[in-house]
């Protein structure tokens, strides 16, 4: 069997957290799951080897195994095999390495009926710069598979109840005695009769048809902190679907995009922005108003100040995420050049130029304005 190397697949190296695992397996199994990528073989390939990764390196026994044989799919022992390679494929040959080694060439096949974690979901919710920035608390609706509240999850209809399988006592399986080549061989097979479950309903609940489960609409508050950022995620742990059979509830995956401002811009939790001045401002200084998230505040303008400076405004940024402090904004100044002049600005403006020493259209056809002033040219 060809080396994997799950870690790889995953993008990840060795010693990952769960954590690092879970994010970075939910990340690829939604780029990769075969309803976004209808027909495309590679990608429906690619989703089955993530999710083999997965299954090793989020069980805690498996990845221990695996961690200490490296990349061969436990080729180390026979015991220790719990790839994604399924010897029932093999036909009774699968049953006959079951029945000898307890099921460890099973590939990972789980025994039916037994409790099941519930499927984790995700939502979007959309917000604006500032409730990104300052936090905000938004109200959410999901459809999700609870417990059925008319059975309360049994499956079967109130004043009755599920019985005992017969043919599998409860146990979900069966031993099934087979002739091989070999001899007889003795193995453990899922029970044709409850599923796998060791239960049967004979009359199944009218609400949930037998499932135990329904499903329901809910509305969910999240607490959104602040400096939140776009594509940020936030985990409501226990808000997924509900387990199965007693098993835990899966997660909530709340996704955040957030709006672009007309003014801001974001980078980290600093901000930036352009202001912009007159020419007579940049030039003698001003005191100008300069908007922020908080509010605006007055800045002054020191006299001679050039196109593209740049001033900060400290503290008035982007609240760091569960932390003390904010980040500080940028404020770019953009000297805003007259486009067209009355005859009195046009005037003013030459004075202006020739006194410091410039010459003007103007002055190049009629001689120096200021040297016939003084009387220097006639």
Known sequence: MAKKDYYEILGLTKGASDDDIKKAFRKLAIQY????NKGDKEAEEKFKEINEAYQVLSDPEKKSQYDQFGTTDFQGGFGGYEGGFDFSDLGGFGDIFDSFFGGGFSGGRKRKGGPEKGADMEVTVKLTFEEAVFGIEKEININ?????????????KPGTSAKTCDRCGGTGQVRVQR??????????????????????????????????????NRKIKVNIPAGVDNDNVIPLRGQGEHGANGGPPGDLYVN??????PVFKRRGFDI??????SFGQATLGAEVKVPTVDGDVKYSIPQGTQPGTVFRLKGKGVPRVN?????????N????????????QRETLRLFMEACGEETEESKKSGSFMGKIFGKEK
């Open 272 to 277: 930036y922005m352009d202001t912009h001045v």
């Open 256 to 261: 955040l995009k957030v709006a672009a401002h």
């Open 144 to 156: 999700r598979n609870e417990g059925c509240e008319t059975c309360h999850g049994s499956g079967a």
């Open 179 to 216: 002739s091989t080549p070999l001899g007889s061989f003795v193995s453990m097979s899922t029970c044709d009769k409850c599923g796998g479950k060791g239960k049967l309903i004979a009359d199944p609940c009218p609400t949930c048809k037998g499932s135990g489960k329904e499903r329901k």
């Open 323 to 331: 932390s003390a402090g904010r980040g500080d904004q940028y404020v």
């Open 333 to 344: 100044v953009v000297v805003d050049v007259p486009k067209t002049l009355n005859e009195k």
């Open 33 to 36: 799951h075969p309803d976004k």
